[in-house]
T-cell receptor
Framework: GIQVEQSPPDLILQEGANSTLRCNFS?????LQWFHQNPWGQLINLFY???GTKQNGRLSATTVATERYSLLYISSSQTTDSGVYFC????????FGAGTTVTVRA | GAVVSQHPSWVICKSGTSVKIECRSL??????MFWYRQFPKQSLMLMAT?????????EQGVEKDKFLINHASLTLSTLTVTSAHPEDSSFYIC????????????FGPGTRLTVT
């Protein structure tokens, strides 16, 4: 199966800081999604981004499919951004990375 | 749009009993649904792929007779944990593909199962 590596595993931020999360994958894919898992376990769709760049408020993402990586940018972080961020890729079945645990301190 | 629900959100059952978890796509038709399992502080592990009107495809190492999956309609898939044991305690999450985009998946809120 496709291997997915996320870095860093843990990230501690002061409120208002910016950060970048990285996702590397081992093969070409039709689907790449970023999720935020909230404290109750719900996976929130952030981006469907198999290639290119997208922005949604303070979040943006870029996928460079030819180089097999994707980046998730969080700007002006808020305490509500805390949680686990997952990258998942697929050509049919999603393979998840191990996640990045983000803690934003007030 | 693209909302997936799960019921129940949490359940406690006694060892040896069976538990059914429902996954519904509320505002779209889902020809394919997926079932995942997540242990504390770990990532999601795919258990099986469920296609409407056909048998589920299970991932290697997942017991078909323990985790029964039925995808009876385009909006409903069920996972039944049979003869549950404490080691089956976990967080179970379903997802579904929106027919308008054959690749993007939307996830339900999850079901926390505790077997005593």
């Amino acid at each position: 199966g496709i291997q997915v590596e996320q870095s860093p595993p843990d990230l501690i931020l002061q409120e208002g800081a910016n950060s970048t999360l990285r996702c590397n994958f081992s093969d070409s894919v039709n689907n790449l999604q970023w999720f935020h898992q909230n404290p109750w376990g719900q996976l929130i769709n952030l981006f469907y981004i198999p290639s290119g760049t997208k922005q949604n408020g303070r979040l943006s993402a870029t996928t460079v499919a030819t180089e097999r990586y994707s980046l998730l940018y969080i700007s002006s972080s808020q305490t509500t951004d805390s949680g686990v961020y997952f990258c998942a890729v697929s050509n049919y079945k999603l393979s998840f990375g191990a996640g990045t645990t983000v803690t934003v301190r007030a | 749009g693209a909302v997936v629900s799960q019921h129940p959100s949490w359940v406690i059952c006694k060892s040896g009993t069976s538990v059914k978890i429902e996954c519904r796509s509320l505002d779209f038709q889902a020809t394919t649904m997926f079932w995942y399992r997540q242990f504390p502080k770990q990532s999601l592990m795919l258990m099986a792929t469920s296609n409407e009107g056909s048998k589920a495809t299970y991932e290697q190492g997942v017991e078909k007779d323990k985790f029964l999956i039925n995808h009876a309609s385009l909006t409903l898939s069920t996972l039944t944990v049979t003869s549950a044991h404490p080691e089956d305690s976990s967080f179970y999450i379903c997802s579904a593909r929106d027919g308008g985009n054959e690749y993007e998946q939307y996830f339900g809120p999850g079901t926390r199962l505790t077997v005593t």
